[in-house]
């Protein structure tokens, strides 16, 4: 394997990981310290309005910066964001923390990393690769997310066993993450070369806008869409799933931990299947014919009587809900000149960011009158997007190109 790609996967397995071991417990961290559901809910939304805003400054000057440098700020970022929840329960220091640092409440990635990781990738296989290597990449992240949500409910609960109040207990998990931000800005250092931006003919003579040219059409397109998916997606952040299980079934850190264990294992299995199909039946169809029964999966889930019903489609959603991931990455990548493949990762990136951070607020609000409404306002708008993704792509050439 070329060195970049395994450092490449490296850095995604031991962020994921990180993102993972805090998820299970970030929630009840912040319910014991003093935060309602609402103001949980609020500091969800501001992280993620602090991470378009911070990962819009890095990824669009990434491929002109230096796309290394980028990765390294952001793993510092992420080390400084864990020791201020360590050393503080202040509420306004956590906003704050939250807004400028890299904090996941959703167990997925966040910050800098995914874009200019994705532009990296890009350019060092070939595009009939493209797919099949991220699909790889998606898989090792969410089985890295399934060990840490495992680790870091069973280590919590264990801790309390000892004698930890659950707070400390906590405390302990986020040190862990500091420590795993620090050891990424370690790793990265070790990228090469070969791995920075290759400038195009065409960015000569054309303006740069937010670090694209000729491709800011269907990045424009693309963002508007996939900030409609994230909007939804974010009204069931694994946080707030792994409360929700809490309140509503009384599970403990433990069994959170095996239950986002199984999801994200299921989870990552399904971004590998992805790509045979895709080659079957194109991109956007894979991306949008997978994504709608998942969603009604979704929807289901609040819907059951009992917690084992309630699991079951949980489960089931997660082995086909990724599914769109490598795709809808591969699909980003094939329609824009290698040179704005940092900008436009980044910039549909951003839009997500901005569309999943309206939601967690709203869900906050929504968790103390209705336990399940998020679920069912998730999976509907969800289906929403699939419809209007599938209206506007599926004639498109590249989306057959793998």
């Given at each position: 394997?070329?060195?970049n ?6 850095t995604r397995?031991l962020?994921?990981f ?7 417990v ?23 309005v ?17 796309r ?6 952001g ?8 020791l ?6 202040n509420?306004?220091?956590l906003i704050l923390a939250a ?9 997925n990635e966040?910050g800098p990393?995914?874009p200019?990781e ?16 991220f699909a790889w ?6 089985l ?23 707070l400390d207990?906590?405390?302990v998990?986020l ?8 050891l990424l800005?370690l790793?990265f ?7 920075e ?5 065409l960015?000569?003579s ?8 000729k491709?800011?059409?269907?990045v ?16 069931v ?17 433990a069994m ?6 199984g999801?994200n294992l299921?989870?990552?299995?399904s ?6 199909l ?5 991109l956007i ?6 994504h ?23 489960l ?21 000149d290698?040179d ?5 990762a980044?910039?549909?990136g ?13 869900a906050?609000?929504?968790l103390?009158l209705?336990?399940?409404?998020p679920f069912?306002i998730?999976g509907?708008l969800?289906?929403?997007?699939d419809?209007?993704?599938f ?12």
């Amino acid at each position: 394997m070329n060195r970049n790609i395994f450092f490449l996967f490296t850095t995604r397995i031991l962020r994921l990981f990180g993102y993972g071991f805090l998820s299970v417990v970030l929630a009840l961290y912040l319910s014991k310290s003093g935060f309602t559901d609402a103001l949980m809910g609020i500091l969800f939304s501001l992280t993620l309005v602090g991470d378009a805003g911070i990962s819009l400054l890095l990824t669009t000057t990434a491929d002109r910066f230096g796309r290394k440098k980028t990765l390294i700020i952001g793993a510092l970022l992420m080390m400084a964001a864990g020791l201020v929840f360590i050393l503080t329960s202040n509420p306004l220091l956590l906003i704050l923390a939250a807004i400028i640092g890299v904090i996941s409440p959703s167990g997925n990635e966040i910050g800098p990393f995914l874009p200019v990781e994705q532009a990296m990738l890009s350019q060092l296989v070939s595009k009939e690769r493209r797919t099949g290597l991220f699909a790889w990449y998606n898989l090792a992240g969410s089985l890295a997310t399934a060990l840490g949500a495992l680790i870091g409910g069973f280590l919590a609960k264990e801790l309390q066993y000892q004698g930890l109040s659950p707070l400390d207990s906590y405390r302990v998990i986020l040190c862990g993450y500091a420590l795993i931000g620090g050891l990424l800005a370690l790793v990265f250092t070790g990228l090469t070369g070969a791995s920075e931006a290759v400038p195009s003919s065409l960015a000569a003579s054309s303006p740069h806008r937010f670090g694209l040219h000729k491709s800011r059409g269907v990045v424009t397109k693309l963002s508007l869409l996939f900030s409609l998916d994230a909007f939804a997606g974010c009204f069931v952040l694994q946080s707030f799933m792994a409360y929700w299980f809490h309140v509503r079934f009384n599970s403990d850190e433990a069994m959170l931990g095996s239950i986002f264990f199984g999801a994200n294992l299921l989870a990552g299995i399904s971004a590998l299947l992805a790509v045979p199909l895709a080659k079957k039946i194109g991109l956007i169809r894979t991306m949008v014919f997978t994504h709608l029964p998942s969603n009604i999966l979704l929807i289901l889930v609040p819907l059951m009587p009992n917690f084992s019903l309630a699991i079951t489609m949980l489960l089931l959603r997660f082995s086909i809900s990724q599914m769109d991931v490598p795709t809808r990455q591969a699909y980003t990548m094939a329609v824009v000149d290698p040179d704005e493949r940092s900008a436009a990762a980044g910039i549909t990136g951003i839009a997500r960011s901005v569309g999943a951070s309206i939601s967690p607020a709203i869900a906050g609000v929504l968790l103390s009158l209705s336990l399940g409404a998020p679920f069912i306002i998730a999976g509907t708008l969800k289906i929403v997007y699939d419809f209007m993704l599938f209206r506007s792509f599926r004639a498109s050439k590249v989306a057959d190109e793998l």
